[in-house]
């Protein structure tokens, strides 16, 4: 295999145009044998010249991904992107991942939305609650309202419920507020119940429900994590 691979080198490297399939069989070869950096040289010269074939673009990613080198995997996946190479909800959420590894979390949410319209990617709770998370992340809240919404009615839980009754507290849109805390004291199986109710507390008392607030304060009052704040709000009202 070292003799195959050596002289195989020795072609290239006597070549001004050496073949594909000498270049592809020197990468190969040295992903096989896990030497990476000289893989990523004739994959370099592969995506360039061959930019139509799939299978060069992922070998490279890859090969990058393999040398912890996330910022030149995020530049090649997003130049296959480009060439229309990305068909699975695997290499979406991929791309989705380097985007969020590099700080770039709009770019995240951008690129799973499409891949949700384009139905790449699943409209499911686990795909949906990672579009959420990346718009919350760019701090784009308006945005993650929608794609949380429809996660939350797919989980089997009220967890998400209560984020997004968190997130309407923040942007001071009580009555959707106390909808979102309601379903999901309605739905259970909350990690927290206590910030459900004290949530809910909060918005019922902005818009102007004092007895109803009274009411969920004193049941977030019974669970240790939010008993001093709702003790608080019981006090001052």
């Not at 068909?87 to 499409?114: C, H, I, M, V």
Request: positive net charge; glycine residues 6%; without cysteine.
């Amino acid at each position: 295999k070292s003799a195959a691979l050596a002289n195989m080198e020795k072609a290239i490297g006597l070549s001004n145009a050496p073949k594909k399939e000498w270049l592809q069989f020197a990468a190969a070869l040295h992903i096989e044998e896990k030497n990476y950096q000289p893989a990523e040289r004739y994959l370099k010269i592969l995506t360039a010249n061959y930019p139509n074939e799939k299978t060069y673009w992922k070998q490279l990613t890859g090969v990058y991904i393999h040398l912890q080198d996330n910022k030149n995997a995020l530049a090649t996946m997003e130049l296959a992107h480009k060439w229309g190479h990305l068909d699975s909800q695997t290499e979406y959420l991929n791309l989705t991942s380097l985007y969020l590894g590099r700080g770039l979390p709009y770019w995240a949410a951008k690129t799973l939305e499409q891949g949700i319209s384009l139905k790449k990617v699943a409209k499911e709770k686990k795909t949906l609650t990672l579009l959420a998370q990346s718009y919350l992340q760019a701090e784009e809240l308006s945005r993650a309202i929608t794609p949380l919404a429809e996660a939350a009615k797919l989980s089997e839980d009220g967890d998400l419920y209560v984020l997004k009754g968190q997130l309407h507290l923040e942007t001071e849109e009580w009555s959707a507020a106390i909808e979102a805390f309601k379903m999901s004291l309605k739905k259970g199986k909350l990690k927290h119940p206590g910030r459900s109710q004290l949530g809910l507390g909060i918005a019922l008392l902005q818009s102007g429900q004092k007895s109803a607030a009274r009411s969920a304060f004193m049941l977030a009052a019974k669970h240790d994590d939010t008993e001093k704040s709702a003790e608080e709000w019981l006090k001052h009202r």
